[in-house]
């Protein structure tokens, strides 16, 4: 996936991703990032931030990074996590808020998230939804202005071996 943001006719960044070596590079006027391991970039809905997970690896603690667009500057959103949670998921929910999944780090069987909310101007997470163990939630779709369906696995038997695909659709208050 290549993108060109261009306002006024100047180009004001290049994001190259490549999704099967999940190498993204991000290049202004001034800088240029390249970073390996990562998810697919997301842009902002105004197409001021580029938002991503890196790494984004099994069993592997992923950051978030944004990237202002306009000063070329890539930080590292400060969520403070416990050491065994990383972020598996992230959408725009709208300009200034991301939507993340956030789960156990280690195990086949926690593969999705509890779901949280960051605001950007504020650098506050706020927890949204907590799941019990059996229901791995891994995408999130937003449908409405304050709506979201959650969709992951939920586990059917003791040993978690068995699931079935779960969905469930989620009003922001």
Known sequence: MQITILIGGINLIDINYDKYRHNLTLKTKSYTHHYDSTSNPLLSPNKE?????SPFEWECHGYVYLMNIASGKVEDVPLKLDNDLTVKELVWKNN????LLIGSVWGTINVGGDLYSYNISKKKLKL???FEKRIQI???HITGEHTLLLSGIKYNDDIF???DQYDIEYTMK
């Open 49 to 53: 931030y580029v938002a991503f997970i």
């Open 96 to 99: 200034n808020t991301l939507l």
């Open 128 to 130: 949204l939804k907590r």
């Open 138 to 140: 891994k995408n999130i």
């Open 161 to 163: 071996n068995e699931f």
